[in-house]
T-cell receptor, first 114, second 115 residues
Framework: AQSVTQLGSHVSVSEGALVLLRCNYS??????LFWYVQYPNQGLQLLLK??????LVKGINGFEAEFKKSETSFHLTKPSAHMSDAAEYFC????????????FGTGTRLKVLA | GAVVSQHPSRVICKSGTSVKIECRSL??????MFWYRQFPKKSLMLMAT?????????EQGVEKDKFLINHASLTLSTLTVTSAHPEDSSFYIC???????????FGPGTRLTVL
């Protein structure tokens, strides 16, 4: 069975500081991995995804994530936080076949301090 | 490309009434659609998976007679909350994928409030 763990339900960083949101997964088969951002009362916006190939994935708004198979991790980073980055972030894993059902992490709320 | 819409974006209804939420893929054919429910400050909970032309597959604990899902065409799926009660109040999000995509595309969500 697959699962996703996001460490830290709340993360606070100062504007301009490094953003690091942690995601660990469990999967018996090679997974597809995703990071989504959600602003209040809105749907999910894809930040980036890993399917195959390069393990360092670059996404929108300056975010990137690295797939580390040995650590079963897919942490999300951004070198310099902006006030507009304050939102809820979800990591998700899916099987690479079948229904492509997602398993979501519990989410991390990012707060950016001025 | 790959845009998913939901209608309505917000609905308020009285207890005991039924509410229908539509999910449409605007620029691709969605062979599979998913319905999620999200409680305040919580993650998304998958309710069901539907494939065009067949019955939806519900997740454990989701009442199929309460949450009716229809995926009648490759661009439309509907979720009907029957005999809604205040505890059904929630944010409902749909997503869709085509066989050629390795990801789901999410709608903007529908806020349901049952009085």
């Amino acid at each position: 069975a697959q699962s996703v763990t996001q460490l830290g339900s709340h993360v606070s960083v100062s504007e301009g500081a490094l953003v690091l949101l942690r995601c660990n997964y469990s999967s018996s088969v090679p997974p597809y991995l995703f990071w989504y951002v959600q602003y209040p009362n809105q749907g999910l916006q894809l930040l980036l995804k890993y399917t195959t190939g390069a393990t360092l994935v670059k996404g929108i708004n300056g975010f990137e994530a690295e797939f580390k198979k040995s650590e079963t991790s897919f942490h999300l980073t951004k070198p310099s936080a902006h006030m507009s980055d304050a939102a809820e972030y979800f990591c998700a894993v899916t099987l690479t076949s079948g229904t492509y059902k997602y398993i979501f992490g519990t989410g991390t709320r990012l707060k950016v301090l001025a | 490309g790959a845009v998913v819409s939901q209608h309505p974006s917000r609905v308020i209804c009285k207890s005991g009434t039924s509410v229908k939420i539509e999910c449409r893929s605007l620029d691709f054919q969605a062979t599979t659609m998913f319905w999620y429910r999200q409680f305040p400050k919580k993650s998304l909970m998958l309710m069901a998976t539907s494939n065009e032309g067949s019955k939806a597959t519900y997740e454990q604990g989701v009442e199929k007679d309460k949450f009716l899902i229809n995926h009648a065409s490759l661009t439309l799926s509907t979720l009907t909350v029957t005999s809604a009660h205040p505890e059904d109040s929630s944010f409902y999000i749909c997503s869709a994928r085509d066989y050629s995509y390795n990801e789901q595309f999410f709608g903007p969500g529908t806020r349901l409030t049952v009085l």
